[in-house]
């Protein structure tokens, strides 16, 4: 493991704490005022990528579940919303929004006939498949600087995090 840098804004925080409250365990705190710390710090860099391509990050998160649900690229609201983490009202929403860009169609469900499809358009497909490339070279530049070891170490422990917020 490469050596850490000496502090950090986390650091800084935990300091004054340990001052003012010196009785507390702190150790939660430190995991997730990095893992804030660290979402605060991507996101703007990952957004970069998806403004670059002419959409913004929820834009690039509908498309991209439509893309990687496979041919014919279609899910029902249900489905996105629930995939997608956002209520059925913001999911409407951003169906109507993207709609209206034409990168997306609402196509009647053959399964069921009281309710519609979301559907990549043509043009919504070609966007998603130009910024995808980009996407997933921006997210390896933005983890170039841990080790393998550090890579997959970090992995592991996120995933047991998720794990069990999960259930």
């Not at 009785?23 to 710090?41: H, I, N, P, Q, W």
């Not at 893309?67 to 029902?76: A, E, F, I, N």
């Not at 609402?106 to 069921?112: A, F, I």
Request: proline letters at 4%; a negative charge.
């Amino acid at each position: 493991m490469k050596e850490l840098k000496s502090e950090d804004a986390v650091d800084r925080i935990l300091t004054q704490w340990r001052k003012e409250k010196p009785e507390f365990d702190l150790s939660a705190m430190e995991v997730l005022g990095r893992l804030k710390r660290c979402s605060a710090l991507l996101t703007p860099k990952l957004e970069q990528v998806f403004s670059d391509n002419g959409l913004n990050f929820w834009e690039f998160d509908v498309l991209a579940t439509l893309r990687r649900s496979g041919v014919p690229y279609c899910l029902t609201p249900t489905e996105l919303f629930s995939t997608l983490m956002v209520t059925s009202g913001t999911m409407t929403h951003r169906m109507t929004q993207l709609e209206k860009k034409g990168w997306i169609e609402r196509v009647s469900n053959e399964q069921d006939a009281r309710s519609k499809l979301v559907c990549l358009s043509a043009s919504g497909l070609a966007l998603i498949d130009q910024v995808l490339e980009p996407h997933v070279e921006n997210g390896l530049n933005l983890l170039s600087g841990l080790s393998p070891e550090e890579h997959r170490a970090l992995n592991i422990g996120l995933k047991a995090l998720l794990g069990q917020l999960e259930s």
